[in-house]
């Protein structure tokens, strides 16, 4: 029984530091927030969208700072359309943008559209291949960064966690065999005394 207690206790540490954040702009295609991967075609427009995604962060105040890159240059930001209630935008998505309201956009909730991302795919060869959408810094915040401000008084701007959208493969990350080679050794080395001693 001891065992089994240390084993759970030591997934649970590993689990919460890796799936806990304190908040991300995050790339999804709906607001349940479980597809992060979509098939896309030759020629053809995706639409995805951005949220923020507070998990143990702060509630989202007014405005979001960042920048979308994709792994492919053939992959092409071509419209967006923005929550209702950003009035302000300065720059454009690919070179680093701040989007701002006149109010908290979020208030309490967990999860907050953010806006629609069209990418369209330049390319008339098949198959199309993996490539990826990722939220990074803002070059032009200082310092560079992903940035949301707080539901407070003063809008108190705070560093958040990007996301990755995948197409034409998996968003799962799955476990590599050198981690889990890792996490094993790990494991061994915290349970060696009582089980493989």
Request: hydrophobic share 40%; aromatic share 10%; charged share 10%.
């Amino acid at each position: 029984m001891k065992k089994l207690a240390l084993g759970v206790l030591l997934v649970m540490v590993f689990c919460g530091s890796v799936f806990a954040h304190n908040g991300a702009l995050s790339l999804y295609t709906d607001e349940t927030i479980t597809i992060c991967d979509k098939t896309i075609g030759p020629l053809a427009t995706a639409t995805i969208n951005m949220y923020y995604v507070k998990d143990l962060g702060f509630n989202l105040g007014n405005a979001v700072e960042f920048r979308l890159t994709t792994s492919d240059p053939r992959g092409i930001f071509t419209n967006t359309v923005w929550n209702a209630s950003i009035t302000v935008v300065l720059g454009t998505i690919d070179s680093g943008i701040s989007l701002t309201g006149s109010q908290c956009l979020g208030g309490t909730d967990n999860v907050t559209f953010i806006g629609a991302i069209d990418i369209f795919w330049a390319d008339f060869a098949t198959p199309v291949p993996t490539f990826t959408v990722n939220v990074v810094a803002d070059p032009n915040s200082q310092p560079a960064g992903i940035y949301i401000t707080r539901c407070d008084a003063q809008q108190t701007r705070v560093s958040v966690l990007g996301g990755t959208f995948v197409f034409n493969g998996s968003c799962n990350p799955g476990v590599q065999p050198k981690s889990w080679g890792a996490i094993k050794d790990l494991y061994r080395s915290l349970m060696a005394p009582q089980l493989f001693g």
